[in-house]
């Protein structure tokens, strides 16, 4: 089992252009999965993204969600790990 990580500060989460409208509502949420991934790198989040449609790359508050009580992992392949992200830590 994954053991509870601090996260730098900042991190990135790729997804598709479609996606945003539904996001801005309810923040990310982890859907089917386990978690919702972030990655430390824009370069990542972007090929990510590219796998659903236009990509686009939202930055994630890190810092404060994990300041607010946020748990973070990070995986073995170095994705990032958090139960979900409320849209007030996803940064403009």
């Not at 730098?8 to 996606?19: C, E, N, S």
């Not at 978690?35 to 989040?45: C, F, G, I, K, P």
């Not at 810092?63 to 748990?71: I, L, N, Q, R």
């Not at 973070?72 to 007030?88: K, S």
Request: aromatic residues 8%; contains cysteine; glycine residues 6%.
């Amino acid at each position: 089992a994954l053991l509870p990580q601090k996260p730098p500060d900042i991190l990135y989460h790729g997804t598709a252009l479609k996606y945003l409208e539904s996001i801005q509502k309810h923040g990310l949420l982890k859907q089917k999965r386990d978690h919702v991934h972030l990655s430390a790198d824009t370069a990542t989040a972007e090929k990510v993204g590219q796998r659903h449609g236009k990509p686009i790359i939202l930055t994630i508050d890190a810092e404060k969600m994990h300041e607010a009580g946020f748990v973070f992992y990070c995986a073995d392949n170095g994705v990032w790990l958090t139960d979900a992200v409320p849209m007030a830590f996803i940064m403009a």
